[in-house]
C-alpha cells in the first residue's frame, strides 16, 4: 500500500522527470519496501510489549467522612451498617498517584467483591491509668500498647436488577479487640462466642413491586447513628459516645422502599438491640425516614421500639435435652419494660471541601411497664448530640473535629448519673488509596469524678489521650463498607 502510493506521485501530470527514469524507479522501490520492512518490525516489538496495568489515578474527592449513612440505600454496610457512605468533597489540588492493581482479586466472577481491610492503633492515655484501661471507648480501649483494632474480610454481591439479578448477599468476618467490643457481652448474648467473627451475614432479595422492594434477613450492621463500624470511612479514629451506647447489630427481617429520588423509608423486626439469638419473646421495631432534600443534604430520621429484658437466666440443671449453652431457667415474673430510642442525623456538604454533620439522640428505658408494690417504674434516660465538621484541604490531607454531650441519668450508658462531654480533632492523611494515618487527640470529662487513674482509689473527672491509627484497605466495593 505505502510503495503504491508513493510510486504513484511519480505521475503527476506536469513534474519533471529525471534523465534515468528506469534507475530513479527501482531505487525509490528498494527505498519503499525498506521502510515497510521497518514498520513492520516497529509494530510487531509493539504488540509485544507488556501493557501497563495502571489505573487511573484517583480524582482525590474522596473524603474521609463516612460517617455519613447512605439516607438513599437500603441500610448501612457496616454500613455501614450499617448504614454509611462517604460523602465527596471536590478539589482541584494535585491527584493522589494511581495504587497499582490488588493482587487479591477484589472482584469475582459475577459481580461479587472481596475486601479486606486491617486497622491497628497507639493510644497513650495521660492518666495513665491502672490496667491501662480507656474509660467509654468502643474501640481505642487499651492504652500505652499496639493494638490491632480489627481485621476483617468483606464478601459483598449486590443486587442488579436491570441485570436480571434481584438477589444479593454478604458475610463480614471480623477478627481482632474490636469483636470485644461488637459482640462480647453476655448481657446481650447467651453464647457470644458463637457469633464473634460473623459481624454481618445477610441475603437480599428486591421484591418486583413498585420501584422495588428490597427485603434482607439475617445479621447486619444498625443504622441508629451516624457513625460506622469500618474505620476508613469515619472523620475521626476514635468513635463517640453514642456509637458506644446505641446499638451495633440486629438480627431479623429490613425491608427498604424508594418512593423517589428524595425520600425512602425502612421497618424492620428484630430480635433485639445486640441479639443474635432472642432473650425474650418480644421483637424490636425500628420505623425509619430517609430524606435527601438536596444534592448536597442527606437527613435521616430513626424511631426504635423494643423490650431488651430477658425472661430467663442462665442454668447448669436443665431437665429437658438443650444446644450447648442454651440452658436457662424462667425468670417470674420477668421485667417487661419498654425501650424507645429517637434517633436522628443528617449531613451538609457546606462546600466543595467543607463538610457539616450532626446527630440528636433520645433514649428512655423503663424496667417495668406497671410496676408491682416495691418496684420502681421510674425511667432511665440517655439524651444528647454530636456535631461533627471536616476540612479537606488536598486529596492526602484532611482535619476533623467533633464535639458531644451526653446526659446520662440513671446510668444507662456508664452505670452512673452524669453529664459527659468530648472533644476530638484528627489529623488524617491519605499515603494512597488504600492506606490512611489518623493524629488524634481527645478529651473527655464529666461533671464528676469517674474516669481512672495510676492510683486505683483515686478517680479523676477528665480523661486526655493521643492517638495514632493506621488503616489498610484492599478490594472491589467502591464508597462506604
Avoid at 511519480?10 to 521502510?35: H, K
Avoid at 441500610?75 to 498517584?97: D, L, R, Y
Avoid at 425501650?339 to 454533620?357: G, R
Amino acid at each position: 500500500m505505502l510503495a503504491s502510493i508513493l510510486l504513484s506521485t511519480l505521475a503527476i501530470p506536469g513534474q519533471a522527470q529525471t534523465s534515468n527514469p528506469n534507475s530513479d524507479l527501482e531505487q525509490l522501490r528498494e527505498t519503499v519496501l525498506s521502510l515497510e520492512a521497518r514498520v513492520a518490525v516497529l509494530e510487531k516489538e509493539r504488540s509485544e510489549a507488556p501493557v501497563s496495568c495502571a489505573v487511573p489515578a484517583s480524582d482525590g474527592t474522596k473524603t474521609a467522612a463516612a460517617l455519613v449513612s447512605a439516607t438513599m440505600e437500603l441500610k448501612p454496610s457496616g454500613g455501614e451498617s450499617s448504614s454509611t457512605e462517604q460523602v465527596a468533597a471536590s478539589s482541584a489540588t494535585p491527584e493522589i498517584p494511581a495504587q497499582t492493581p490488588s493482587p487479591l482479586h477484589p472482584t469475582l466472577p459475577g459481580g461479587a467483591t472481596l475486601n479486606y481491610t486491617i486497622d491497628g492503633y497507639y493510644e497513650y492515655n495521660f492518666n495513665d491509668p491502672v490496667g491501662g484501661v480507656n474509660l467509654l471507648r468502643a474501640y481505642d480501649v487499651t492504652s500505652n500498647s499496639f493494638n490491632l483494632n480489627q481485621a476483617a474480610v468483606i464478601f459483598d454481591l449486590q443486587p442488579d436488577v436491570s441485570a436480571g439479578r434481584r438477589y444479593g448477599a454478604r458475610l463480614d468476618l471480623q477478627f481482632g479487640q474490636a469483636t470485644s467490643t461488637l459482640q462480647g457481652n453476655p448481657a446481650n448474648e447467651n453464647r457470644p462466642d458463637v457469633w464473634r467473627n460473623v459481624f454481618q451475614a445477610y441475603g437480599t432479595y428486591v421484591v418486583p413491586v413498585g420501584s422495588g422492594l428490597t427485603v434482607e434477613f439475617g445479621k447486619w450492621a444498625s443504622s441508629l447513628g451516624i457513625e460506622g463500624n469500618y474505620t476508613k470511612d469515619q472523620m475521626n479514629y476514635s468513635r463517640s459516645y453514642f456509637f458506644n451506647y446505641l446499638p451495633y447489630y440486629h438480627m431479623g427481617f429490613n425491608t427498604n422502599y424508594r418512593f423517589n429520588d428524595k425520600i425512602a423509608a425502612s421497618y424492620w423486626v428484630v430480635n433485639g438491640t445486640q441479639q443474635t439469638e432472642d432473650e425474650n419473646a418480644f421483637k424490636d421495631q425500628l420505623f425509619s425516614v430517609q430524606l435527601a432534600p438536596a444534592k448536597t443534604v442527606s437527613w435521616t430520621v430513626n424511631y426504635y421500639f423494643g423490650q431488651d429484658h430477658p425472661d430467663t437466666t442462665p442454668s447448669t440443671s436443665c431437665t429437658a435435652p438443650m444446644q450447648p449453652g442454651l440452658c436457662a431457667t424462667p425468670i417470674n415474673p420477668a421485667p417487661n419494660g419498654k425501650l424507645h430510642i429517637f434517633d436522628t442525623y443528617a449531613t451538609w456538604q457546606a462546600m466543595p471541601k467543607l463538610t457539616l454533620a450532626g446527630e440528636g439522640d433520645y433514649v428512655i428505658e423503663r424496667e417495668w411497664a406497671n410496676a408491682a408494690p416495691g418496684e420502681s417504674s421510674a425511667p432511665s434516660h440517655v439524651d444528647g448530640g454530636v456535631a461533627y465538621a471536616l476540612w479537606q484541604f488536598t486529596p492526602r490531607i484532611a482535619v476533623a473535629g467533633r464535639s458531644e454531650y451526653l446526659s446520662d441519668r440513671g446510668g444507662l450508658f456508664s452505670n452512673e448519673t452524669q453529664a459527659l462531654k468530648e472533644v476530638t480533632g484528627t489529623y488524617q492523611y491519605k499515603f494512597g488509596d488504600g492506606f490512611e494515618a489518623f493524629l488524634e487527640y481527645r478529651r473527655d470529662w464529666s461533671n464528676r469524678p469517674y474516669f481512672l487513674t495510676n492510683q486505683t482509689s483515686v478517680l479523676s473527672g477528665d480523661q486526655n489521650t493521643t492517638t495514632m491509627g493506621l488503616v489498610w484497605w484492599s478490594g472491589g466495593k467502591q464508597g462506604s463498607w
